[in-house]
């Protein structure tokens, strides 16, 4: 049985989907086996405990201007408990190769555009202000460029007239919630393939 770490920041909608599938979807490889947080309020951890998840807290306010550091922590609060991947879901931390190469090859993320436009933050504001007729999100492998690892799935929705950055986020969460378990599994299966979810209708 494989294992899986999922880090988060906020609420943890994604890892909440990642654990459902995980420990109530039919004939899945893998089970979580820690949900870890860089913020000591992040909601998901209750929603983590709730579910039987182990949880781990590894404050970025601790190590102050060392994000090595923080890194190196993070290691050592998620190794114990032997990962075989890594999901970052909502982790909102600019990571160092300290991490990066740590976990190279079996580290996600996923990131609320369709990459590589919009990189970073603020993205379904930057796809209205730029009149973008899509947007979406996607699945990635983590490397040490930002939100540039090499893509794995996307979900696309059609941006719709008097759309606001909220409006747009709630109908692309919906998606990030069927993209990133079907992802995982076939990262899991050794499938590399981009897995592209056209949802227009979403
Ligand atoms: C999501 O939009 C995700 O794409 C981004 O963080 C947001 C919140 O995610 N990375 P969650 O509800 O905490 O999973």
């Known amino acids: 049985m494989k294992r899986v770490a999922i880090l988060i920041s906020g609420g943890g909608s994604n890892m909440v989907t990642l654990a459902r599938d995980m420990l109530e979807g039919a ?10 947080s860089n913020r000591p309020d ?4 209750a929603k983590a405990e709730a579910m039987g998840i182990p949880t781990a807290i590894v404050d970025h306010q601790d190590h102050k201007g060392d994000r090595e550091g923080f890194e190196r922590a993070l290691i050592a609060a998620i190794d114990p408990y032997q990962p075989d991947f890594i999901c970052l879901a909502g982790f909102m931390r600019i990571l ?3 991490l990066i190469s740590h976990y190279e090859g079996r580290m996600l993320n ?6 590589p436009k919009y990189k970073g933050l603020h993205t379904h504001a930057r796809a209205l202000e730029a009149g973008d007729t899509e947007a979406g999100c996607s699945v990635h492998e983590v490397t040490a460029e930002l939100d540039g690892g090499p ?3 996307q979900a696309r929705v059609r941006v719709k007239p008097g759309d606001t950055p909220g409006s747009l986020a709630a109908r692309v969460l919906v998606q990030e919630h069927q993209l990133y378990p079907a992802v995982l599994r076939r990262f899991m299966a050794g499938n590399r393939t981009l897995l592209d979810l056209e949802n227009h209708e979403a």
Request: net charge neutral; hydrophobic share 45%.
């Open 42 to 45: 992040a909601g998901g951890l």
């Open 151 to 153: 893509l794995l799935g």
């Open 27 to 36: 004939d899945h490889p893998a089970r979580p086996c820690l949900v870890l």
């Open 96 to 98: 160092t190769p300290v």
């Open 110 to 115: 996923i990131h609320p555009s369709l990459l």
